[in-house]
């Protein structure tokens, strides 16, 4: 069960993205995943190519996550951990614990190089934390990036979703020049958008 919010970056030129995720309110346990997903505009041997960042609550585990759709290679940093998965064809996921806590903020810096992708995360205290990079297919860069980013909130198990849930992504860049909240909100969250698309609340 998943909500999606559809974000529109003003400026593809600039080589990152960046977004500050805050999980006001969530259970002690559950199976929950705050996360933005990127996509290529072309396939690779028919394949999507993307992937997604965020964090999760794996019964009442903790972690971060970083994944790519027909990457090439997978480099984890530090205590992260780099793995082959089958989702949407071959992909490789960082996985790793990340004691991220309620009512701060984590601000997701995603930087594009010529042919990789980069993750690294700010705490409210600004220290950060190199999560690790991703290798493009062949052929792609950055400037095949698709101009639509999604952010989402996936309830990940066969069980109710444990609830309350409240999460905030702010402060993105670029800039949006639309959020657009998807139909297709299984989770039946409720969606708040700031009047001028400076941030959104899922809960």
Do not use: C
């Amino acid at each position: 069960m998943h909500s999606y919010i559809h974000y529109y970056p003003q400026d593809l030129e600039q080589n990152y993205l960046e977004w500050t995720l805050r999980i006001n309110q969530i259970p002690q346990k559950g199976y929950w995943f705050f996360a933005l997903t990127y996509y290529i505009e072309s396939q690779y041997h028919e394949a999507q190519v993307g992937g997604y960042a965020g964090l999760q609550l794996v019964n009442e585990d903790k972690k971060a996550i970083f994944s790519l759709w027909q990457s090439e290679k997978a480099e984890a940093y530090g205590r992260f951990i780099a793995s082959d998965i089958q989702e949407d064809g071959n992909a490789k996921r960082i996985l790793g614990l990340y004691d991220w806590h309620t009512n701060e903020p984590y601000r997701f810096h995603m930087e594009f190089g010529e042919s990789d992708i980069t993750l690294v995360i700010y705490d409210k205290d600004n220290t950060l934390s190199r999560i690790g990079k991703q290798t493009l297919p062949n052929n792609f860069t950055q400037k095949n990036l698709s101009p639509k980013v999604d952010l989402f909130v996936e309830w990940f198990s066969k069980n109710e979703p444990t609830k309350p849930i409240e999460v905030t992504f702010s402060n993105f860049s670029p800039y949006p020049k639309a959020l657009i909240a998807d139909e297709s909100n299984t989770l039946n969250s409720l969606i708040k958008v700031s009047d001028n698309y400076g941030s959104f609340v899922f809960s």
